[in-house]
């Protein structure tokens, strides 16, 4: 189902409009004096779904949605509507988890370079300086030279394939997580001789339950898994089928980082805790990858070509 809260934005009605790029040739004509950038921005128009992006200094988590593209920069916004409310300030550097494709590089993270209230759109708007490169994991991503999401399907043959081999990949990404759990044991076990009290809270909250919520949601993956593959009309039934605001629960840390690097901040435990996050990293790039393959499916779903599709020789 699609979460009403997503649906929510300014000036388009989101039943009528699909996750399209247009071109507005706007350049930087605002007067509250921060800097904009100066060059034409490819909008991004109709329906809008949140992504996941994080501070890369502290991982925390925050939800998106993605404004306008350019060649350097993208805006985006956090809306107030979002459970994870939080706020970026200027300087501070972000993970998109979004590969933005430019001149045939991935980008995926950058700097906040300003930031400003709007009470029209209900958030904190922000405008990001796009400066890292990263790896493209499906062949999904935002083609910023077209201002569109394009899909190549050549190897993956269907969206519903690349769908389940995403929540496979998800699936065993989590299993990696619970691996590492499995290296912590020995060193809590080793924590008991000095301190006990410490030992047997932290094996209880930080160990026992937060695995025991890893694999619940690696058995509810699975289930979706499994309801995707047995649809025979995907394109029709995904709305029904994938419930967007249920997954990205199921893809989220089971734990919020900082209280696993308040814990433990050196050692071999730290160097675990990196893996885990590393981890996680790719988690939240599924997710705003299968978000990419949903609107698209959903545009299609009701007639609106929005989203380029390159089917390869």
């Given amino acids: 189902m699609i979460p009403t809260g997503w649906m929510r934005e300014a000036g ?22 921060a ?6 921005r490819l909008g991004i128009k109709g329906l809008r779904l949140p992504f996941l992006g994080t501070r890369l200094e502290t991982r925390g988590i925050f939800p998106y949605v993605l404004l306008d593209i350019s ?34 590089v991935t980008y995926n993270q950058g700097r906040v370079a300003w930031t400003q ?16 490169r990263s790896a493209l994991y499906y062949p999904v991503f935002l083609e910023l030279k077209a201002g569109k999401v394009a899909i190549d399907l050549h190897d993956m043959q269907s969206s519903e394939r690349l769908l389940l081999r995403i929540l496979k990949d998800t699936i065993l990404l989590k299993r990696g997580i619970l691996i590492y759990f499995g290296h912590f044991k020995p060193i809590v076990q080793r924590m ?19 695995e025991s919520r890893v694999e619940r949601n690696i058995a509810a993956l699975e289930r ?9 009309d995907l394109l029709g039934e995904l709305a029904t089928v ?38 996680e990293a790719k988690i939240f790039y599924n997710f705003n990858t299968i ?7 959903l545009m299609r779903s009701i007639g609106v070509d929005s989203m380029e599709t390159h089917h390869g020789s």
């Fill in 12 to 33: 388009v009605n989101a039943c009528t409009g699909g996750a399209m790029a247009t071109t507005d040739e706007q350049s930087s004509s605002t007067d509250d004096g």
């Fill in 35 to 40: 800097t904009r950038r100066r060059e034409i």
């Fill in 71 to 104: 060649t350097h920069g993208a805006r985006i916004i956090l809306p107030d509507w979002a459970v994870r409310r939080e706020l970026l300030h200027a300087g501070e550097h972000i993970d998109f988890h979004l590969p933005f494709m430019l001149d045939g």
């Fill in 117 to 132: 209230r709007d009470d029209i759109q209900y958030g904190q708007v922000c405008g990001v300086d796009i400066e890292t």
């Fill in 192 to 210: 008991i001789r000095s301190d006990p009290e410490r030992a047997a809270m932290l094996r209880s909250y930080l160990f026992e339950d937060t």
């Fill in 224 to 232: 979706q898994r499994l309801a995707i593959e047995g649809t025979d």
């Fill in 242 to 279: 994938l419930d967007l605001d249920a997954l990205r629960v199921l893809m989220e840390p089971e734990i919020e980082p900082m209280v696993w690097i308040s814990t433990f901040s050196e050692g071999l435990m730290r160097e675990y805790l990196s893996a885990i996050m590393s981890l």
């Fill in 291 to 297: 978000v990419m393959i949903y609107a698209d499916a």
